[in-house]
């Protein structure tokens, strides 16, 4: 069983930037950060595999956010910039110990492994 943890959601002013944390207990093949706001169906956000594999942006978000790694912490971060009130959401990272293929890399349930979520809300 892989645990994650999550981090740095919180409240913050539209146009401003964030970056969320995502440690596994252990190392994963390919990470990935999901959104679900209220209402609505949990949607992909970023994902990376680590070694040289993919690394991911959705259309939605793309040019705003960035996924990044950290190899030696175990580490990977979502960087937010130019935050939107529709950002809003839970934001959660989700994991698998095996690499995943492009095709598959945005789909939910390729992801055994999930963390609690961090709630980022973006309001004035």
């Known amino acids: 069983q892989v645990h994650l943890i999550e981090s740095g959601g919180r409240l913050v002013q539209p146009g401003g930037s964030l970056r969320l944390s995502c440690q596994p207990s252990e190392r994963t093949g390919t990470t990935a950060w999901f959104r679900q706001a209220p209402g609505k169906d949990r949607e992909f956000v970023a994902a990376l595999s680590w070694g040289g594999g993919n690394r991911v942006v959705a259309d939605s978000v793309k040019g705003r956010f960035t996924i990044s790694g950290d190899n030696a912490a175990n580490t990977v971060f979502l960087q937010m910039n130019s935050l939107e009130p529709e950002d809003t959401a839970i934001y959660y990272c989700?994991?698998?110990?095996?690499?995943?293929?492009?095709?598959?890399?945005?789909?939910?349930?390729?992801?055994?492994?999930w963390g609690q979520g961090t709630q980022v809300t973006v309001s004035s």
């Open positions: 989700a994991g698998r110990i095996n690499r995943l293929v492009l095709s598959a890399i945005r789909r939910p349930e390729h992801y055994p492994y």
